[in-house]
């Protein structure tokens, strides 16, 4: 009877470790860095595989990519970014959000939609800007902040600037 549990305990064990799925334990790292990088800060995955986020130039200098799910790599800066172009976001449909920082050192908006298009924003009544996030239908611009107010959370959507 003992040697029937133990049997019965090892087939057991044998099913579970069979049954681990083996993607689990498969993955692939894949480094990438835009052409010029000199350190790159990849900030949001969507769906399909698309990825965007910064690189350093050997400048210092910010600018924005987005890297296709193929591995194709596209970089971008917004209009008037002297300091700097940040996406922080890609939406399943391909778009994203960002901030990008101009001459004064004053942070604005940007949405780069999927066909590379760049329209730039203010959240109404703000001063600097950080734009955190995106949806299918909108743009979370995350934090907006006021001389005299403390930092206040926005959102804009298609019907409202874009």
Not at 138 to 162: D, H, W
């Amino acid at each position: 009877m003992r040697n029937v549990c133990s049997l019965l305990s090892l087939v057991f064990v044998a099913a579970l470790v069979i049954a681990v799925p083996l993607s689990a334990h498969s993955q692939t790292l894949t480094p990438f860095d835009p052409t010029g990088s000199t350190s790159t800060f990849p900030f949001s995955i969507n769906p399909a595989g698309a990825i965007t986020g910064f690189y350093s130039d050997a400048s210092f200098a910010n600018h924005g990519f987005l890297r296709d799910a193929d591995g194709t790599i596209t970089t971008f800066d917004a209009p008037g970014a002297a300091q700097g172009t940040f996406p922080q976001q890609i939406n399943p449909a391909g778009s994203i959000a960002g901030y990008y920082t101009d001459a004064s050192s004053v942070n604005h908006g940007f949405v780069r939609a999927a066909d590379g298009t760049i329209r730039t924003f203010e959240a109404p009544g703000a001063g600097p800007h950080t734009f955190q996030g995106t949806t299918a239908s909108s743009i979370n611009p995350g934090g907006r902040s006021q001389e005299t107010t403390p930092t206040r959370p926005s959102l804009l959507t298609a019907s409202s600037a874009l």
